[in-house]
T-cell receptor, first 110, second 115 residues
Framework: GQQLNQSPQSMFIQEGEDVSMNCTSSSIFNTWLWYKQEPGEGPVLLIALYKAGELTSNGRLTAQFGITRKDSFLNISASIPSDVGIYFCAGRNTGNQFYFGTGTSLTVIP | GAVVSQHPSRVICKSGTSVKIECRSLDFQATTMFWYRQFPKQSLMLMATSNEGSKATYEQGVEKDKFLINHASLTLSTLTVTSAHPEDSSFYIC???????????FGSGTRLTVV
């Protein structure tokens, strides 16, 4: 099935730095979701976005639903070692089909 | 909150045997569940959509006779890997759609190793 374009593919950052990643689609989405997956576990929902332009925070995480409805962004401020994992975006289009991003692997160096 | 339980978390089986993986929505009813397969350091690949009371819809390239899906109740979907071979070794994850907000909640995954 289709996958969303997610970038960057991987990031290696120092503890305390901010992180930004994004997800783009060629078609319009009604819902954007951001998940975090740790090794050997299933993805866990971080933030859900339902409206174009919506900006939602969850602690140090902030995500935005792009105004064009074809992209979304996730920012993590003041990263800590436990932020390590793979972050996936996901989107649901107007046909109620659900697609995953390719993932961003985050490594935080203490 | 929505909780999806997946069992077992790990299974090792001999080549040629069958393995059943269960996915349960614990606090909500899910008419639709999804089964994914994930290889190391890769994203989740949708295998099939499980619909309560009807046949599953398989993605292109997924053998429906090998990966049997049964969604007999609103809280349980099962994936049976039949005649497993080493190349079937992978991480399998299910997810369920919550009816109130269409949010997707994932199970914790099953690590299948076929020896």
């Amino acid at each position: 099935g289709q996958q969303l374009n997610q970038s960057p593919q991987s990031m290696f950052i120092q503890e305390g730095e901010d992180v930004s990643m994004n997800c783009t689609s060629s078609s319009i989405f009604n819902t954007w979701l951001w998940y975090k997956q740790e090794p050997g576990e299933g993805p866990v929902l971080l933030i859900a976005l339902y409206k174009a332009g919506e900006l939602t925070s969850n602690g140090r995480l902030t995500a935005q639903f792009g105004i064009t409805r074809k992209d979304s962004f996730l920012n993590i401020s003041a990263s800590i070692p436990s932020d390590v994992g793979i972050y996936f975006c996901a989107g649901r289009n107007t046909g109620n089909q659900f697609y995953f991003g390719t993932g961003t692997s985050l490594t935080v160096i203490p | 909150g929505a909780v999806v339980s997946q069992h077992p978390s790990r299974v090792i089986c001999k080549s040629g045997t069958s393995v059943k993986i269960e996915c349960r929505s614990l606090d909500f009813q899910a008419t639709t569940m999804f089964w994914y397969r994930q290889f190391p350091k890769q994203s989740l690949m949708l295998m099939a959509t499980s619909n309560e009371g009807s046949k599953a819809t398989y993605e292109q390239g997924v053998e429906k006779d090998k990966f049997l899906i049964n969604h007999a109740s609103l809280t349980l979907s099962t994936l049976t890997v039949t005649s497993a071979h080493p190349e079937d070794s992978s991480f399998y994850i299910c997810s369920a759609v919550h009816p109130s907000n269409y949010g997707y909640t994932f199970g914790s995954g099953t690590r299948l190793t076929v020896v």
